[in-house]
């Protein structure tokens, strides 16, 4: 599986990817999930990526080589888009086309599932940070203040902490951070996901990175991550009183 | 949906049961899911279910009724197992009959699911405290002191701090309290799970229950509770330095 989540705040747009991929327990690999497409001054496009490999790979395939626009007749790719809202159609139909690629190519494998999500986020200039989230159908749906992040694979572990501790008002390095404990409490609890992490910043207006990295197990700051809050949960809990319950309601 | 934990410490074992059942998001209703059957002195079962609402009630009826057993042509019920194991697999038997049931009055309703996995706890006067999970196949697998708690339903909110916080060594009432603050994150993060909560605790050879109750939204501790948890992860979280990645790796 795959967790990645993204998340928007004020001051610009953080994602976080894990690069497990698995096509069963035995069968476990490393692969980017996390894809820029960058034109320093101009534009930034974030793409993670979840579910079926070879349809995600075709997706980031089409976005960077180009395929043609059936309306229009025209090659479309991630540096075509002008607005972010057009680039997360131009995913869509990425989506769309390397599915029925998938699909025509393999009548004989019955039962696998060609189903994928995606997260894109960035900044063209001329528009607002934004960041959506893209369904197999190769529909989106946007990230708002109200709810100001999304998550795609193994989401459930990790929702518990963006769900109290991150807002549209966050910092955008305490948003990072909550994105890591986020990605810890994942892959804690699901071998399924797992170092490294590939983590991207990009800072409202900038339009270049300001973050872009992996953290594999020699990473200093995430090791000291991880002992802090597991440390942090096991205060807390003990923090709290015991349950005064005995005895039983009537 | 459904959230239940069960706990196996050292000294006894915890269950902690949400009451939420849902057909659809605009059908919820409040059903009790953890069922006590008790004999002061000689034994306490305790039964939580998820899943199909008809096939769970359908096994509490048997087990408090009594249904035959094909092989010896007994009826037997959660009163006549001798030993906890035997328990679990009277559940078994029982869930096998009524998915049976189920699927046999249920020709026109194609797609819905007969599905359900229980957690059995207890203790019979001559065994050990025992914890099982109870399969929708009428199988069974047991709590080890290597795997001290097992879940059923809505269990990847609430797996993060149970991994972390919870061992065969535990106080049995900071296993409750633990068990509490796994049900909060998963009420938190998921509608289809709701107050009210019911908690059993049941010491080892004290063969009654210690607690049972019903936890509801106005119960202090627990509103103090989630109020402390919530601000002991924000200040956990603030507490742990900023990200220290910036620019990009080569």
Redesign the interface.
Same mark, same amino acid.
């Given at each position: 599986m795959t967790y990645c989540c993204g998340i928007l705040v004020r001051d610009g747009i953080v994602l976080v990817a894990d690069t497990r991929t698995n096509a069963g327990l035995d069968n476990i690999a490393t692969f980017r999930k996390l894809h820029i497409f960058e034109k320093p001054g101009e534009r930034v496009l974030l793409l993670a990526t979840s579910g079926n490999l070879s349809v995600t790979q075709g997706v980031v395939n089409f976005l960077s080589e180009g395929f043609e626009n059936p309306d229009t007749g025209e090659v479309e790719n991630a540096m075509t888009a002008s607005t972010l809202l057009q680039a997360a159609q131009l995913v869509g139909r990425a989506v769309r086309r390397a599915r029925m690629e998938a699909f025509n190519s393999a009548e004989q494998s019955a039962g696998v599932s060609f189903d994928v999500s995606l997260l894109l986020g960035g900044q063209i200039a001329g528009g607002a940070p934004r960041l959506f989230m893209i369904y197999t159908a190769g529909n989106c749906i946007e990230c708002t203040p109200d709810t100001n992040y999304l998550q795609i694979g193994?989401h459930?572990?990790g929702?518990?902490?963006l769900? *109290? %501790?991150v807002n549209f008002d966050t910092d955008i390095?305490?948003a990072?951070?909550?994105g890591?404990?986020s990605m810890d409490?994942t892959i804690?609890?699901?071998l399924s996901v797992g170092l490294p992490i590939d983590?991207a910043?990009l800072r409202r207006d900038a339009f270049q990175?300001?973050?872009?990295?992996?953290?594999d197990s020699s990473d200093e700051?995430f090791r000291?991550?991880r002992e802090?809050?597991?440390k942090?949960? *096991? %205060?807390?809990?003990?923090?709290?009183?015991?349950?005064?319950?005995?005895?039983?309601?009537p």
């Open positions: 193994e459930k572990y929702k518990p902490i769900d *109290r %501790a390095y305490d990072l951070k909550i890591l404990i409490s804690r609890s699901n983590i910043l990175l300001e973050v872009s990295t992996r953290i700051y000291d991550l802090r809050w597991s942090a949960l *096991r %205060a807390a809990h003990m923090a709290i009183p015991a349950p005064p319950y005995r005895g039983r309601a």
